[in-house]
């Protein structure tokens, strides 16, 4: 009886390596050129089920991988840093409407800020003008904040431009003196900027990433 269990086993065993190599020519070619099949064993039913999960093992290993490769491709960068910064708007035009609030704003704003400004609200403060001059101050903090620095020595407010696209979309630029006294490469690092007002506050996010060479 013992011999009989023995042999049987041995048997199994043998029809299951076999079924797994010599298979009926379905299956899938992983990146490397290997093909995986899946095999066909009619009188043994669980032997199939077992290759098919070992095949299936292996596409999903191979499809996960591949999905890497393509983010890889679409030059998914590194994150730098993250800066968040939130401000009051009364407590911004009470500085504007005060006696420093001219150089507040050329301290602030850049030249194609204020003229951008000037022709999108007119030369007078108005409401708009508060608003957009709490959201470059408070876009201007949280993007000091990503690169690691804040206001400071090595990173000013006239370092740091945001003007819109066409669409709207707040656009971030550097000047080419701050990207050599952070150490970074302008080809490769991008400042996303989002900026968000309600009745009383301001905020604002900003997103330090370095892309890949490929990607740019």
């Not at 945001?162 to 970074?184: D, K, M, Q, T």
Request: charge should be positive.
């Amino acid at each position: 009886m013992m011999s009989i269990s023995v042999v049987t086993i041995v048997f199994v065993l043998f029809v299951s390596i076999g079924s797994v190599f010599f298979a009926d020519g379905s299956g899938f070619v992983d990146e490397y050129g290997v093909r995986t099949y899946y095999a066909v064993s009619k009188p043994f039913p669980f032997i199939d089920s077992m290759s098919r999960f070992v095949a299936r093992v292996r596409e999903n290993r191979y499809t996960e991988t591949k999905g890497r490769q393509k983010g890889r491709k679409r030059g998914s960068g590194l994150i730098l840093g993250i800066g968040h910064d939130l401000e009051q708007l009364e407590r911004v035009r009470g500085i504007i409407t005060g006696k420093t609030g001219g150089r507040f704003i050329e301290r602030v704003l850049t030249p194609a800020e204020r003229e951008h400004a000037v022709s999108s609200f007119g030369p007078g403060v108005s409401d708009r003008w508060i608003e957009f001059t709490a959201g470059r101050f408070a876009a201007k903090e949280a993007v000091a904040k990503a690169l690691g620095c804040g206001i400071g020595g090595v990173l000013g407010f006239q370092d740091i431009e945001i003007l819109p696209e066409p669409g709207g979309r707040p656009v971030c630029r550097l000047s080419c003196s701050a990207f050599e006294r952070l150490r970074l490469d302008p080809d490769r690092c991008v400042v996303h900027v989002t900026i968000s007002h309600t009745r009383t506050m301001v905020s604002a996010v900003a997103i330090a990433e370095a892309r890949d060479r490929s990607s740019v």
